[in-house]
Every structure is written in structure tokens, then in C-alpha cells.
């Protein structure tokens, strides 16, 4: 069935090019536009949160995501002063249509003011520099505005900025790497036109989702840069393919070559894309819109490289043809015919010549690597993190030292009282003087304002909101005991009338939602991808044991990936050098997506390696001829994968968000360790352990699998 389709895609690659070349022009056209639908939203849906958020959405007609924080530095004023000041920041608002300033408070020499909007992010923030302007104009020189709408407007040029320069690192990487692997020939362009297409689409249909579905800020970076290195990797494979038939086959013709390098590496890179997709599929199963952007975005790539491998590559193979990819002057490092007597060919032998001896080093080394992951703490979001050059930042700072980051993120414990007109009944008065004490009473509390007018009662009077400021950002311990707190110890000891229903919502209890929705759903969702996993490489490898070493390998990848965040972020093992932000916790989206993405990535590269060596296996060769056989034929192709991919990788530790930094430093350390010491050293010495038990698959289990092996296969998955 492959053969017919790759030899129909040769006779229509005319039309298979141009239809490709169409999707890269509207990739391009959608790319620019895509960053106006994009959010920053950490809801949770059907939590406590959500629901005091849809409040203040309908009946203040807020937008937590809207809000504007303004903080004025002054010097010895007096309270008319102070007062003034206020007047001015209300006026400078009235250039944002349906505002309203909830909350002023002087301290410390800094005046600071909330000012809140009915308006989404984007929409919000498109207003940051009237406001800006506004309060300049009103003689406020040197007030600073920052919140979620400032921060979103600061930081999406430089995210676009961080994006280029991180594609052109890793364009610049990849073109020197392919020229060392491949030599001076035309195939070297191949990679960029097979990624380019790729991103495009992925970009395209992102694009169009976005219109419907909740899509995170970092969308573009992580589509771009992942993309970017996925499509190289599977166009390298089959590239470094199709001239190795070349090669070994002078007489055959330049189709045939194509469709028997599409029937091998092909199958190899749809395997490993659907490996990957599973990954990134699981996290489609996390009851966050967050999590699940990042998941749907992901996922897009590998099945977008599928696609381009199954009909753009065999195209552009077509047309570039024997002499494509045939090097001339340097030949490049794939180029050796003779692949058993380089070093990865020595070092092969020595491993299953001294497996345990390897083994047990590869397993201490991993250990050790990964022991930090102990002092793993997860937060949902750093705001506090951004680039120091940003007002918005500077806003950060200057609160940090005065009263703490909790300015921005105000909690907000809505109360709703059932009925119009009960805001005065002294049973509501009691309890909320009540809470009131006892919010006064907690260190963590910074500052708490409620009134007896908009905008802290609704205009039914059913509705009414105090706010409460803590010292810290979302993801401090501090925060989220607050909200802990709150909920179950200080609401309660209020004694509100048993009709009232309150709620605590905000960033703060958006970000506590948020972890503790994880925490209950991801154990499950890791344990049905490797599930997944486990039966798609038994239906591919046709045995009980690959399924299982491949994904205990997975999981130390991913333990190893996990340990260098600790070490780099919170003890600075390395950051001067990469100019990284100290952090104590890492952000849970990144977590979450480092494993579905390296999880997958390392089910890829298991693909590669050990899809060679049951090829070999079924050839005719030992249990350790086709170990070194298939470690000589795929480790040069999986290490330079594994280097052009942490190079696309190296945008995002070259950028100024913590997030994408722990995202790129993850991969990267992940990749390679699991691309060396895992799949060098590891894999092929447990292989070796296992001999013949490697392809041990029960006829019972074969026939439920619904596969028909061969005799020869019958003989090796015997032990």
C-alpha cells in the first residue's frame, strides 16, 4: 500500500509541490494574525474560581484579565496630595471606555491603583499606551502601568523578537550540521523546505483554531522552534535513506530508490511521529484550556510532518535525483560506506562485549543526574520573571520592594447573597466585619478594601467583593495558602447567612485551581499514554519486552529532564553562563508539556534504533550482531537529530520568559542525555542482557495483536 501511494505522489508531484507551496503562503499570511487571538488564561473549567470570575464578569462587568495596576512614586506628600494623585489616575483612566479604578492605596511612598476593564487580554491591552499617555498628561510623571493587558503589550514584541532570533540560531545550526552530515550537495535544502512546509501548516490551522479555542501567548515559539527541529529530524532520516540506497545500489532507478527508502525510513518516521503524537495527545486530556492549547498546537506538528513526509519528501526526492544527493568536494560524515569501522562501531562492540559493567555505570550516571528532581516545587505561572528593560517589569520591581508582586494579582472573594437588597441586613454586616478581622490577622495579607458602592456591590445589591492583596506572586507557598485559607478557615468562621454562596476567585485561586486540577488528573493521563505507547510498540515490534525497557528508558529520560530544571533554575548550576532567571519553582505547563513532548521524542528515537535492529534481527543476524548493526546504521542519524533539535531548542533558552527558558533547558538536557548515554550506552546493553527474551511475544498475544509473522520471525521471538 505504501508503494502505490509513494509511486502515485512521484507521477502527481507537480500538483503535490504546488499544493504545498500554496499552504506555505497562507502560513505566512496567518502567522502575523495569530498572536491577536492568544491568552494568558490559567481558568479552570467548573472550579470555584471560574465561577466568582464569570461573576465578576457579568454582574461588575470585569475582566480579571483586563485589570491594570498603576503604581506613582512620591516624595513626602501630604494626604490632599494623595488625594490628588488619586483624582488624576481616575481621570487618566477615563480613557479606557467602561473602566473603573477599584482600589487606591498609598504606602510606603507609592501610590498604587487597580483599574479594571470589561475587555479581554488582547482587547485590553491594545489600551496600555493611552493610558500611559494619560497619566503623563496629568502631570504623573513617572507612573508606571503594569497588570496582565501591560504585560501581554510589553511582551509580545519581544516574544516575536526572541522568535526570530531563535530561528535564525537554529536555521544557522542546522545548515552547518547538515553540511558536516550530508557533504556540499542539493539534498541539504531539502530539510528547510520540509520545515518550513510543516510550520506553515501547523501555523495555518493554529491560526483557525485559535478563533474558537483558548490559546496561550506561547503558542508561535513553541509551534516554530519544536517544528523546526521535528521536520529536520524526519527529512534527515529519510534523506540520509535514500542516498544510502543510492549507494548501495548503483543500478536501481531513482523511483524505486524512493519508494524502498519510504517502505523503511518511512514506515520508521510514522511510527515515531504517531509515538510523538501520543505524547502530546495526552495532554488534550488535561481539564485545563492551558494545557490543552498547548497540547492541540503540539500535537498539530508531528501529524503536519507525517503529512509532509508521506507526500511533499518522495516529491522533492523526485525531482532532486541521484545527483542531488550525491556530495561533491567534502562528502560529508554520512557519507562512509564502510560503517563498521568507525567509532560508534568500537564502542557498539564494547558494550556487548561488557554489558553489565555498562549497564550499571549508565544506571548510576542517570541516577545521579536525576537525583535534584527531589527538590522539584511547581507554580503555576511567574510573573515576576520578565524582562528587566519592560515598564511593566519595572512596575514589578518597584512593588516587590515596597509591598510585593500581590499587587497585580489581587484574590477576590465574591459573595453572593441570593436576593436583591440584603447587603445591609446585620446578619451580612456581622460576618463581614468578621471576616474582616480575621483577614487583618494573617501576615500574608497586605492590604484588603471592600465598600458599601461600585465597584464592590453590584447594583442589585445581591452581589458585593472584597479584595484582598497578599505579599507574594501566584505561585508563592504563601499565595496558596491564602486561598487554602480562605476557603476552608476563614469563610467559614464568618458565619455568613446559610442562603449566601461565596466564592474566591482571581489569579491567585485561578493558579491554586490550576495545580490541584493537575495533581489529580496528570497521574492518570501519564499512565493511559503509556498504555498507549506500550500497545503501539507491541503491534510494532512484535514483543512483550521492547514495549516495556523503551518506556522505563522514557521515564529517566524525562526523571533526568525534570532534575536539570532544579539544578539550573533554582541552584544556578550553569545560569550566569546561560543567562537564565533563579527561580524556586518551575512552572506546571512546562512540566506537563516537557513530558508529553520528551516522552514522545524519546519513543522516536527508540523507533529509530530499535526498528534497525529487529530489521536486522529478521534478516538472519544474532541478538548482538543486530544490536551493532543497528546502533551503526541509526546512531549517527539519531545523534545529529538529537543536536539540530536541542539547537531549535536553543531559541528558547536564548529568550526572556522563564517559561520558554525551562522549556528549552528540559529539552535540551533531556534530548541529549537520551540520545547518548540512554540510547548509546543503556538500550543496547540491556538488549544485550535480555537476548533472545528482546522478542518474546506468545502466539496468544500474536493473535490478538492481529499480526502474521514471518517463519523466521516465529523463530526469533521464541526464548
Not at 502505490?4 to 499552504?23: E, K, M, P, Q, S
Not at 478563533?211 to 534523506?239: F, K
Not at 535514500?242 to 520508521?268: H, P, Q, Y
Not at 502466539?699 to 526464548?719: C, G, M, N, Q, Y
Request: with cysteine; charged share 15%.
Amino acid at each position: 500500500m505504501l508503494e502505490t501511494w509513494t509511486r502515485a505522489v512521484i507521477r502527481r508531484r507537480f500538483t503535490v509541490v504546488l499544493t504545498w507551496a500554496a499552504i506555505a503562503v497562507l502560513g505566512l499570511i496567518a502567522s502575523p494574525k495569530l498572536s491577536e487571538n492568544l491568552t494568558t488564561s490559567l481558568t479552570v473549567p467548573g472550579s470555584e474560581s471560574e465561577q466568582a470570575d464569570d461573576i465578576i464578569s457579568e454582574r461588575f462587568n470585569e475582566n480579571i484579565e483586563g485589570t491594570f495596576t498603576v503604581f506613582y512614586k512620591f516624595k513626602q506628600a501630604t494626604s490632599v496630595e494623595i488625594d490628588g494623585f488619586k483624582v488624576k489616575i481616575e481621570i487618566a483612566a477615563g480613557v479606557i471606555p467602561s473602566s473603573q479604578v477599584t482600589l487606591q492605596r498609598a504606602v510606603g511612598g507609592i501610590l498604587f491603583a487597580s483599574i479594571s476593564t470589561p475587555f479581554s487580554l488582547p482587547q485590553a491591552a491594545g489600551h496600555t499606551e493611552d493610558l500611559r499617555i494619560a497619566l503623563a498628561r496629568q502631570g504623573l510623571k513617572g507612573a508606571q502601568v503594569t497588570g496582565p493587558p501591560a504585560i501581554y503589550r510589553d511582551v509580545t514584541p519581544v516574544l516575536a523578537d526572541d522568535l526570530r532570533r531563535g530561528q535564525l540560531f537554529a536555521v544557522t545550526l542546522a545548515l552547518i550540521l547538515l553540511l558536516l552530515l550530508l557533504g556540499f550537495c542539493r539534498a541539504v535544502i531539502l530539510p528547510f523546505i520540509f520545515a518550513a512546509a510543516t510550520i506553515s501548516l501547523t501555523i495555518g490551522i493554529v491560526f483557525m483554531l485559535s478563533h474558537r479555542l483558548l490559546m496561550v501567548v506561547y503558542t508561535p515559539n513553541i509551534v516554530e522552534l519544536i517544528g523546526l527541529g521535528l521536520a529536520i529530524d524526519y527529512s534527515l532520516l529519510i534523506v540520509h535513506r535514500f542516498r544510502r540506497e543510492i549507494m548501495d545500489n548503483e543500478a536501481i532507478s531513482t523511483e524505486d530508490a524512493i519508494v524502498k527508502t519510504l517502505e523503511t525510513a518511512g514506515r520508521t518516521v510514522v511510527l515515531s511521529g504517531l509515538s510523538v503524537s501520543i505524547g502530546l495527545a495526552t495532554l488534550l486530556l488535561v481539564p485545563v484550556p492551558f494545557v490543552r492549547s498547548l497540547g492541540v498546537a503540539g500535537l498539530i506538528v508531528p501529524i503536519a510532518s507525517l503529512l509532509a513526509a508521506l507526500t511533499l519528501q518522495p516529491a522533492l526526492l523526485s525531482y532532486l535525483g541521484r545527483t542531488g544527493v550525491v556530495a561533491k568536494g567534502f562528502t560529508g560524515l554520512m557519507t562512509r560506506k564502510d560503517l563498521n569501522t568507525g567509532f560508534v562501531a568500537r564502542l557498539a562492540q564494547f558494550v556487548v562485549r561488557k554489558p553489565l559493567s555498562v549497564a550499571i555505570f549508565s544506571v548510576a550516571t542517570l541516577a545521579l543526574l536525576a537525583s535534584s528532581v527531589l527538590w522539584l516545587q511547581v507554580t503555576p505561572s511567574s510573573l515576576t520573571a520578565l524582562p528587566a528593560e519592560l515598564e511593566s517589569s519595572q512596575a514589578l520591581n518597584m512593588a516587590t520592594g515596597r509591598a510585593g508582586p500581590g499587587v497585580i494579582t489581587p484574590h477576590q472573594i465574591v459573595v453572593d447573597l441570593g436576593s436583591p437588597n440584603k447587603l445591609k441586613s446585620s446578619a451580612v454586616l456581622e460576618a463581614r466585619a468578621r471576616l474582616s478581622t480575621l483577614l487583618k490577622k494573617d501576615p500574608e495579607v497586605f492590604v484588603m478594601a471592600v465598600g458599601e458602592k461600585p465597584p464592590y456591590v453590584e447594583q442589585t445589591g445581591r452581589y458585593f467583593r472584597i479584595f484582598v492583596i497578599g505579599h507574594h506572586d501566584i505561585g508563592a507557598k504563601q499565595t496558596q495558602k491564602l486561598v487554602k485559607d480562605l476557603r476552608e478557615k476563614y469563610i467559614p468562621q464568618s458565619r455568613f447567612p446559610s442562603d449566601a454562596k461565596i466564592y474566591i476567585g482571581g489569579a491567585p485561586a485561578q493558579g491554586s485551581d490550576l495545580l490541584n486540577r493537575i495533581y489529580s488528573s496528570f497521574p492518570w493521563i501519564v499512565l493511559l499514554a503509556l498504555a498507549l505507547a506500550y500497545l503501539t510498540l507491541l503491534r510494532a515490534f512484535r514483543s512483550l519486552v521492547l514495549p516495556l525497557k523503551a518506556i522505563i528508558l522514557d521515564l529517566i529520560s524525562v526523571a533526568v529532564a525534570y532534575a536539570s530544571l532544579v539544578l539550573v533554575f533554582r541552584f544556578g548550576f550553569a545560569s550566569s553562563i546561560l543567562g537564565t532567571y533563579r527561580l524556586d519553582q518551575i512552572e506546571a505547563w512546562v512540566l506537563i508539556f516537557l513530558f508529553a513532548v520528551l516522552f514522545g521524542l524519546s519513543m522516536d528515537y527508540e523507533v529509530f534504533i530499535v526498528a534497525r535492529i529487529r530489521e536486522a534481527r529478521l534478516n538472519g543476524a544474532s541478538n548482538t550482531d543486530a544490536i551493532i548493526e543497528g546502533i551503526v546504521h541509526t546512531s549517527g542519524v539519531v545523534t545529529a537529530a538529537a543536536v539540530i533539535l536541542v539547537g531549535a531548542l536553543g531559541g528558547f533558552v536564548g529568550g526572556h520568559f522563564a517559561g520558554l527558558q525551562q522549556l528549552g533547558i528540559g529539552l535540551a538536557c533531556g534530548i541529549l542525555i537520551d540520545a547518548t548515554i540512554i540510547r548509546g550506552l543503556l538500550l543496547p546493553s540491556a538488549m544485550v542482557l535480555l537476548g533472545r527474551w528482546n522478542w518474546w511475544l506468545p502466539s496468544s498475544i500474536a493473535k490478538i495483536a492481529k499480526t502474521k509473522a514471518s517463519p523466521l520471525e516465529d523463530r526469533v521471538t521464541r526464548p
